[in-house]
């Protein structure tokens, strides 16, 4: 599985993305197109559409790519256009929860996962 298909399916089903690679946070994450099971917070909930998740994932698979990385050429993070979509909509969508170039820095909210989101697919060989 790609890194992209991971931040997606993350998106999608976090606990189940994780299996029993359970963190401290599991079950904090909600899903992004599926509804909440909650009827007042279904009322509000937007889905997020697929194409935006497809560049979200594209931009956030980006941040863990270091100089020297074997891109592979299928992978639609080479996308330019893709990623700068998606750099808007994590910033827009993810935020509000996760820590990202010290946006949505709010430590009134309590411990936060932060990107880049692949360091725990690559087995937090990085920050
Ligand atoms: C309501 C708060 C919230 C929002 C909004 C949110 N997340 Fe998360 N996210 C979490 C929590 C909490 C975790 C940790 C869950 C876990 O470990 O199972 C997490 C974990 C993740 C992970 C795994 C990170 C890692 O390094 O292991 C990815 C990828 C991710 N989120 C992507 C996104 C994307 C993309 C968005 C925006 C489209 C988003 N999240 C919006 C709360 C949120």
Not at 3 to 20: C, K
Not at 72 to 81: K, Q, W
Not at 83 to 112: M, P, Q, W
Request: one cysteine or more.
């Amino acid at each position: 599985m790609g890194t992209e298909a991971w931040i997606l399916q993350m998106m999608h089903d976090p606990m189940a993305t994780r299996g029993s690679a359970r963190t401290p946070l599991a079950g904090q994450m909600p899903s992004m197109d599926v509804p909440p099971k909650d009827a007042t917070a279904a009322a509000t909930f937007k889905p997020m559409t697929e194409a935006d998740m497809k560049a979200a994932a594209a931009f956030l698979a980006s941040q863990g790519d270091e100089p020297g990385d074997a891109i592979p050429a299928s992978a639609p993070r080479r996308d330019e256009a893709l990623r700068s979509a998606g750099e808007k909509i994590v910033t827009e969508r993810c935020t509000t929860c996760h820590l990202f170039k010290g946006g949505g820095d709010d430590a009134s909210l309590g411990a936060r996962p932060s990107f880049p989101a692949t360091r725990v697919a690559r087995g937090c060989a990085r920050r």
